[in-house]
């Protein structure tokens, strides 16, 4: 059975971002937070450069927000390269997926799709004062599964262009190509 969170490469780097272990040892809200993102606690909005999260917790709902500051141009530019070679040597993937690959090509050449938690600006409306809260953290994790799920969002919290690339599928025809007339005729 694949791990719960972290199944690709993809999921996983984000998950080792969480769990990284701190001089103090292990963070005990971890647990919590883990069982957060495992029933489906924390509802997930993903753009370029932010996650938003709602987490219900404690019969409470808390709104978290994680800045994921989108890549330099030059950083795009050279993952738009390796996403492009990679994909030519992976064909037929489904939509949505990356190479597992890729993962490493992006850490050989310096390119970091995760954030540490310690760089995050991450807030959350709880009135815990320690940061990160479980929250935010389990909302990490949702992130982690999200993240394994569909690997090419890993890519497109980073930067704006990649969204567009999915595109490029043959079969498909924007809505607004086709005739209503003949289509339906
Ligand atoms: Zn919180």
Not at 45 to 71: C, N, Y
């Amino acid at each position: 059975m694949p791990p719960e969170f972290g199944a690709t490469p993809w999921g996983r780097s984000w998950t080792r971002t969480v769990e990284t272990t701190a001089a103090s040892g292990p963070n005990p809200l971890l647990p919590k937070a883990r069982s957060l993102a495992r029933n489906h606690c924390a509802t997930l909005t993903t753009e370029v450069g932010v996650v938003t999260a709602k987490v219900v917790a404690s019969s409470d709902q808390f709104s978290v927000r994680i800045e994921l500051p989108p890549w330099s141009e030059e950083t795009k530019k050279d993952a738009e390269r390796l996403i492009a070679k990679s994909l030519a040597v992976n064909p037929g993937l489904a939509v949505g997926d990356l190479p597992d690959g890729l993962e490493a090509d992006f850490t050989a050449a310096g390119i970091a799709f995760t954030v540490p938690v310690g760089e995050q600006v991450a807030t959350c409306d709880c009135r815990t004062r320690k940061r990160p809260c479980a929250h935010i953290l389990a909302t990490l994790y949702a992130l982690s599964m999200r993240v394994d799920e569909r690997p090419r969002l890993a890519v497109e919290l980073r930067m704006d262009s990649a969204a567009a690339a999915e595109c490029a599928d043959p079969d498909w025809i924007p809505l607004t190509d086709l005739d209503p007339g003949t289509f339906y005729g």
